[in-house]
């Protein structure tokens, strides 16, 4: 998935596209995290120049008030630890498979989840790892 797809960005994704256009990066696929308690987002995007690691918070400590993206690339070169993760079984009674992927890396720090009861989680989830395993370092 990139970042148009992401349908809980909010301003944030306009903020984001107008820095992708600016670097003149090639988008290959994000990752989206939001906070359920406090809306903070952590936006990820694998791009032909690195990663790109954004913060979308509040300014203060005010929800309603002013929010700011920050944000830094990554060299895919710089980046350790990468591994994607998975666990599977069957669910005997129902005949379900459940399964789970992890994507980690250790710098910068990741740890991004999917599983099979979110419908589309799992796909967008391997869409950014397969976009960050094939150009890391």
Known sequence: MKIGEWDNLGKARGLIQRQLGELRADEYAAHVG????NGRMRVLVATD???????????????????????????????RGLRLQT??????????????????AEDPKIELAATTDVDGAIEGLLAFARACLVHAG
């Not at 939001?34 to 308690?37: E, F, K, L, R, T």
């Not at 002013?66 to 830094?72: E, S």
């Open 49 to 79: 120049v690195g990663l790109l690691d954004y913060s979308y918070a509040p300014v203060g400590a005010d929800p309603n008030g002013a929010w700011i993206l920050r944000g830094q690339a990554h060299r895919w070169g710089a980046i």
């Open 87 to 104: 666990d599977a079984q069957v669910d005997e009674a129902s005949g379900r498979d459940q399964a789970v992927w992890r994507l980690v």
């Open 34 to 37: 939001v906070n359920p308690g």
